[in-house]
């Protein structure tokens, strides 16, 4: 059972940080998650892609406005992906969700939504001003 599991959510002040994490589990091969991804969706709007990275590389790609304030990065040896946050908004505050799948092509860039066939269940994040 294929699965990815977010953490690390909660609520933080305006200008705090974070650090979510998704284990992907249940894969047979790392190929299966080629490719991975953090999407967010804020209370009453559309989910949009935060960052990406191409596993094998490690190559990421970023929303041009979350540069500088997000870092994805991996963990090989945990199957883990991880997402820093600093300086936060309280335009952040989203559901963020975990992505993944073996053919979406993120080596030079950052693949939409619909490319992704794994999905976590997503995890809380709060900024308050």
């Known amino acids: 059972q294929v699965q990815l599991l977010e953490s690390g959510g909660g609520s933080v002040q305006a200008g705090g940080s974070l650090r979510l994490s998704c284990v992907a589990s249940?894969?047979?091969?790392?190929?299966?998650?080629?490719?991975m991804a953090w999407f967010r969706q804020p209370l009453g709007k559309e989910r949009g892609a935060v960052a990406g990275i191409h596993t094998p590389t490690g190559r990421t790609h970023y929303d041009d406005s979350l540069k500088g304030r997000f870092t994805i990065s991996q963990d090989s040896a945990k199957n883990t992906l991880y997402l820093q946050m600093t300086s936060l908004k309280p335009e952040d505050a989203a559901m963020y969700y975990c992505?993944?799948?073996?053919?979406?092509?993120?080596?030079?860039?950052?693949?939409?939504?619909?490319?992704?066939?794994?999905w976590g269940q997503g995890t809380q994040v709060t900024v308050s001003s």
């Open positions: 992505a993944a799948d073996p053919d979406a092509y993120c080596y030079s860039s950052l693949p939409p939504e619909a490319d992704f066939h794994d």
């Open positions: 249940g894969y047979t091969s790392r190929s299966r998650f080629k490719c």
